[in-house]
């Protein structure tokens, strides 16, 4: 069973830049994906941006690609995400989950750690 921890949040300004991290251990044998999602107050998770911890392959949400930047220590089981250009729709708290494979929705997810707030006020 993995265990995610998130770290890395905090409050910014409007085009502040943060790097939140994911930190994963219970890992075994095989393939692993990790996904950075945000679920705002009364509204569902939202994905964000997705890497495979073994590999290279990355997805994006459309709403950050060009801002955002996935990327992984394999070796030292950790995510992270590289936040620019932030604006007050990325208000929300951050998740990182672990999935079987590359995947963008947060159902296919199995273990979610406990999350990291991040505000963005002018």
């Known amino acids: 069973q993995l265990r995610l921890v998130e770290s890395g949040g905090g409050s910014v300004q409007i085009g502040g830049s943060l790097r939140l991290s994911c930190v994963v251990s219970g890992l075994t044998l095989g393939h692993y994906g990790i996904g950075w999602f945000r679920q705002a107050p009364g509204q569902d998770r939202e994905f964000v941006a997705a890497?495979?911890?073994?590999?290279?392959?990355?997805e994006y949400a459309d709403s950050v690609k060009g801002r955002f930047t996935i990327s992984r220590d394999g070796a030292k089981s950790k995510a992270y995400v590289q936040m620019n250009s932030l604006g007050p729709e990325g208000t929300a708290v951050y998740f990182c989950?672990?999935?079987?494979?590359?995947?963008?929705?947060?159902?296919?997810?199995?273990?979610w750690g406990h999350g990291t707030q991040v505000t963005v006020s002018a």
């Open positions: 989950g672990g999935a079987n494979c590359l995947v963008t929705t947060a159902s296919e997810y199995l273990y």
């Open positions: 890497i495979l911890l073994t590999g290279s392959s990355t």
